[in-house]
């Protein structure tokens, strides 16, 4: 599998390099600096991120650029947490006409390349690049002649030096639903005259965590659908690559295809989001403040809902078996879908919990025709630089897949259902625990 694995990605190399277009750095198989034990830090990506043409262009007295930076932007958390709220502040600055400016996804603000997680080493910050594309990470809007793409913070730095800071420390959000919110933040900002704004990174954030967990964002669901930001969406080519390397796991060997939106969808998989790891405390502390599940995992076309309000004698019980399923409740959920062929697991779960999900799987079918593949995130041949972003590739297959079940109270499992709700597809086909 690893000589067939290097060849695919050779001849991916070369498909890509050739490509006219290409503005991103070339892909890496085998480690590439000097100290491989080490996390990449992704310098290329840093540098294609400079190279941004806007980042080149003139400022004379009297541009009327202006631009807007969260510098509260979350960090320290997941993946699935920074994204969703990167929409509604790119969302923000696209409807205040302000250049939107984009940052890295920071996991420790302190001044070195290197953290730790659960006793490993992971990189400090990555360049959103290397996971996803469109107008939010500085592509051009294809039909909105008059938005400007946005810019790093860095270059933000250089040309706004004395920015207007604003300082949120009294905020107190008490807005009624999704829509309120950032209207009322579109009017706050349409009355600052200063071309530079720059929120303090020490003030809560624009849009308040327990938003995301309620259904009262929905109200702003059809403005963000219908805009640039979702609509020209995409995840980065470096993520993309992923699954055309490991394209050997989901589809027929005949199947090749060229170039990077070479598939619209994977026909045959499921897809499960099964989240273990933090959630075995999480789902505990999420009881004991009542929550409901993510406004994203609550289209009101969703089959699966949830009842926040049981008796507090079997409250525990509910939230556990939807947010930490039990493997015959998942094994359950599963085969009662639409038969399907293969399955992808995305789960940060133990590899011996896992193993043992496959053979249930495998032995509960009940008949003949049994899954031809189990998969699991632990399968995926990903280069370095694709290890350290894996959650955004198993976003990527996730959203492609031609069934998901996710978790409702997930940031990451709402990403995916907010992009497969915005491609129109039939929520029969996205299910929750």
Same mark, same amino acid.
């Given at each position: ?7 695919? @990605?050779?001849k991916?190399?070369?498909v890509?390099?050739?490509? %006219?277009s290409?503005?991103? %750095?070339r ?6 600096d000097?100290?491989p034990?080490l996390?990449p830090l ?5 540098q ?15 541009? @009327?650029?202006?631009?807007?930076f969260?510098?509260n932007? +979350? ?15 790119a ?20 001044? $070195? ?23 939010m990470?500085?592509?051009p ?8 793409? +946005?810019?790093? =913070? ?15 420390k009294d ?14 933040w ?11 704004i720059?929120f303090s990174?020490?003030?809560?954030? /624009? ?11 929905l109200?702003?669901?059809?403005? /963000?659908r219908s805009?640039?930001?979702?609509t ?5 080519? /470096?993520?993309?690559? +992923? ?10 060997? =005949? ?5 990077w939106?070479?598939?619209d ?16 405390e ?7 403040v ?6 994203f ?5 969703m ?22 399923p ?7 959920k ?5 038969? /399907?062929? @293969? ?7 133990p ?6 999900? @496959?053979?249930?799987?495998? $032995? ?17 041949i990903?280069?370095?630089e694709q ?8 976003m990527?297959? +996730? ?8 978790n409702?109270?997930?940031s990451? =499992?709402?990403n995916?259902?907010?992009?497969r709700m915005a ?11």
């Amino acid at each position: 599998m690893a000589g067939s694995f290097y060849l695919l @990605k050779a001849k991916l190399e070369e498909v890509f390099e050739s490509h %006219p277009s290409n503005p991103y %750095p070339r892909y890496h198989t085998t480690p590439d600096d000097h100290n491989p034990a080490l996390p990449p830090l992704y310098e290329e990506w840093i540098q294609y991120e400079r190279n941004l043409p806007q980042h080149f262009e003139s400022l004379p007295e009297g541009n @009327k650029s202006k631009f807007i930076f969260m510098a509260n932007h +979350a960090h320290g958390v997941g993946w699935g947490n920074v994204l969703q709220e990167m929409f509604l502040n790119a969302y923000l600055a696209y409807s205040t006409n302000r250049t939107f400016v984009f940052d890295n996804y920071t996991w420790d603000r302190r001044d $070195s390349d290197y953290s730790e997680f659960k006793g490993k080493t992971i990189p400090s910050r990555v360049p959103i690049s290397t996971m996803i594309a469109g107008p939010m990470i500085g592509d051009p809007f294809e039909t909105e002649m008059n938005a400007s793409p +946005a810019v790093s =913070s860095e270059y933000f730095r250089s040309v706004c030096p004395e920015p207007r800071i604003i300082e949120l420390k009294d905020y107190r959000p008490n807005w009624k639903d999704g829509l309120e919110i950032m209207d009322r933040w579109v009017n706050e900002i349409n009355s600052i005259d200063d071309p530079c704004i720059e929120f303090s990174r020490d003030s809560p954030p /624009l849009f308040d965590l327990w938003l995301f967990f309620q259904n009262r964002i929905l109200s702003l669901w059809p403005s /963000l659908r219908s805009s640039p930001i979702i609509t020209q969406f995409s995840f980065s080519p /470096l993520i993309k690559s +992923a699954l055309v390397s490991n394209r050997h796991l989901f589809f027929p060997s =005949s199947h090749y295809s060229f170039p990077w939106d070479w598939v619209d969808d994977i026909p045959g998989l499921m897809t499960v989001h099964i989240r273990r790891g933090d959630f075995l405390e999480f789902c505990r502390e999420l009881e004991q403040v009542n929550s409901d599940f993510q406004g994203f995992n609550a289209f009101p076309e969703m089959l699966d809902k949830f009842n926040s309000s049981e008796p507090t004698e079997r409250k525990w019980e509910e939230y556990r078996k939807h947010c930490l399923p039990s493997v015959d409740e998942m094994v359950h959920k599963i085969n009662e879908g639409t038969p /399907l062929k @293969k399955i992808f697991v995305m789960s940060n779960a133990p590899k011996m919990w896992l193993q043992q999900l @496959k053979e249930t799987l495998q $032995s509960s079918t009940g008949t003949d025709e049994k899954w031809e593949e189990i998969y699991t995130s632990r399968d995926l041949i990903l280069t370095r630089e694709q290890k350290y972003v894996s959650q955004a590739v198993d976003m990527y297959i +996730a959203e492609k897949s031609q069934t998901f079940v996710g978790n409702g109270f997930s940031s990451l =499992s709402s990403n995916i259902m907010m992009l497969r709700m915005a491609k129109s597809i039939d929520p029969i086909n996205s299910r929750l625990w």
